[in-house]
Nanobody
Framework: VQLQASGGGLVQAGGSLRLSCVAS????????MGWYLQAPGKQRELVAR???????FYADSVKGRFTISRDNAESTVHLQMGSLKPDDTGIYYC??????????WGQGTLVTVSS
């Protein structure tokens, strides 16, 4: 199983980034997919999640600014991030979950938002 996240980088406040996570080794289309943020000195927290059926859920802090989407044909989940703030800084991890099974985690991609 692999979850390869990419798209992170350094961006100024107010800017945009698009994260991608390419999955392999499991039946992607039946898994719920999520993006989590681990900010410096903080615990990992859910940013956005999309179910296998395509329903999206967002943390209050990113509603209206981030959009999660999935492409089952490409086994990829995206996170379009806009109006970025310094508080969005941290490592973003991709996660795949299916019912009560142990979830899969990717290696993370670093996003740094400068003020």
């Amino acid at each position: 199983v692999q979850l390869q996240a990419s798209g992170g980088g350094l961006v100024q406040a107010g800017g945009s980034l698009r994260l991608s996570c390419v999955a392999s080794g499991f039946p992607f289309s039946i898994y719920d997919m999520g993006w989590y943020l681990q900010a410096p000195g903080k615990q990992r927290e859910l940013v956005a999640r999309i179910t296998s059926g395509g329903s999206a859920f967002y943390a209050d802090s990113v509603k209206g600014r981030f959009t999660i989407s999935r492409d089952n044909a490409e086994s990829t989940v995206h996170l379009q991030m806009g109006s970025l703030k310094p508080d969005d800084t941290g490592i973003y991890y991709c996660r795949a979950s299916f019912r009560l099974r142990e979830p899969y985690w990717g290696q993370g991609t670093l996003v740094t938002v400068s003020s």
